[in-house]
């Protein structure tokens, strides 16, 4: 390294020993990568090279958890939807039969019960899928949950 009047700082002479020798040892590791790299293109095809594979699982590995943190977030926010729209849906339901009740209208039907009990259904069936990543047992594999929810 040279200072702004262009010289090159002194060191004590251990610190330039020790520099000069990391300096060795990182030439010697390039010519070693560039050795097994020239030796692993001669001897496999392009794509069984040792070297691109393990480049390629640890690429591949952190996708994976990548879009594991992704899906994780996809069915919290999904989750989240679900909520607000059943609260709204009881919301609307209980104001429809307050102003049936009053407009001296027939209450809802056997027909539109029968969808109300449906509609909790789906999601408590819902719910009992995604409670593994909202509670305690957060590790649970994500592949495993969303493959498992049926909508």
């Given at each position: 390294?040279?200072?702004?009047?262009?010289?090159?700082?002194?060191?004590?002479?251990?610190?330039?020993?020790?520099?000069?020798?990391?300096?060795?040892?990182?030439?010697?590791l390039?010519?070693?990568?560039r050795?097994?790299?020239?030796?692993?293109?001669?001897?496999?095809?392009?794509?069984?090279?040792?070297?691109?594979?393990?480049?390629?699982?640890?690429?591949v590995?952190?996708?994976?958890?990548?879009?594991?943190?992704l899906?994780?977030?996809?069915?919290?926010?999904?989750?989240?939807?679900?909520d607000?729209?059943?609260?709204?849906?009881?919301?609307?339901?209980?104001?429809?039969?307050?102003?049936?009740?009053?407009?001296?209208?027939?209450?809802?039907?056997?027909?539109?019960?029968?969808?109300?009990?449906?509609?909790?259904?789906?999601?408590?069936?819902?719910?009992?899928?995604?409670?593994?990543?909202?509670?305690?047992?957060?590790?649970?594999?994500?592949?495993?949950?969303?493959?498992?929810?049926?909508?």
């Amino acid at each position: 390294m040279a200072d702004p009047s262009g010289r090159r700082p002194r060191h004590y002479p251990a610190v330039n020993d020790v520099l000069s020798t990391l300096a060795d040892a990182s030439a010697a590791l390039d010519d070693v990568q560039r050795r097994l790299d020239l030796e692993f293109r001669a001897s496999y095809p392009d794509n069984a090279n040792p070297a691109k594979l393990v480049a390629r699982v640890k690429r591949v590995q952190e996708e994976v958890a990548t879009l594991k943190e992704l899906c994780r977030d996809l069915l919290t926010q999904k989750q989240e939807l679900i909520d607000r729209i059943h609260g709204s849906l009881v919301a609307q339901r209980g104001t429809t039969q307050r102003l049936l009740a009053a407009s001296g209208l027939p209450p809802l039907s056997d027909a539109d019960e029968a969808s109300h009990s449906s509609l909790n259904q789906v999601i408590d069936e819902w719910n009992a899928h995604v409670s593994p990543i909202t509670g305690e047992d957060s590790k649970k594999d994500a592949n495993r949950i969303l493959f498992s929810t049926i909508i």
